[in-house]
């Protein structure tokens, strides 16, 4: 895709820290068109958990869970037992050259990898709409 830039906005924190919680109100990754659109990989949603009793909302839950040295394996156990109230998701969204958005939800996914791998894929399909 020539004339489109990647950035990093945020590195991934470990291979044991992948899913979409961690990143809670995060952009993880633009691609910038040679017509100033750009897509971006972020998370969306909100996060409510129940941790031993106690209810975490937001950047609270990652902090809390952070605290207790939580992976990924914690984050899917607590999913198990019914501890979110509320979940988050990655999702890959579009803003014009003024920065609005002009098209969100083209790809949703759940881990960090499979968010970069949906912001390839979908900077693809849109390089071909836009340019050929």
């Given at each position: ?30 691609i910038q068109f040679p017509n ?97």
């Amino acid at each position: 895709m020539e004339g489109t830039i990647l950035e990093i906005i945020t590195e991934k924190l470990s291979p044991n820290k992948i899913n979409s919680f961690w990143y809670h109100g995060d952009s993880i990754a633009r691609i910038q068109f040679p017509n100033g659109k750009k897509l971006y990989a972020e998370s969306a949603g909100e996060l409510e958990v129940f941790i031993d009793g106690d209810l975490f909302i937001g950047d609270n839950a990652v902090v809390e869970a952070t605290k207790r040295g939580y992976t990924d394996v914690d984050i899917e156990q607590l999913g198990s037992n019914d501890a979110f109230r509320c979940n988050n998701w990655f999702v890959i969204i579009m803003v014009d050259v003024n920065g609005e958005v002009c098209s969100d939800d083209l790809a949703i996914g759940d881990d960090y990898n499979h968010a970069m791998e949906l912001l390839n894929t979908v900077a693809e399909e849109q390089f071909e709409l836009m340019f050929s």
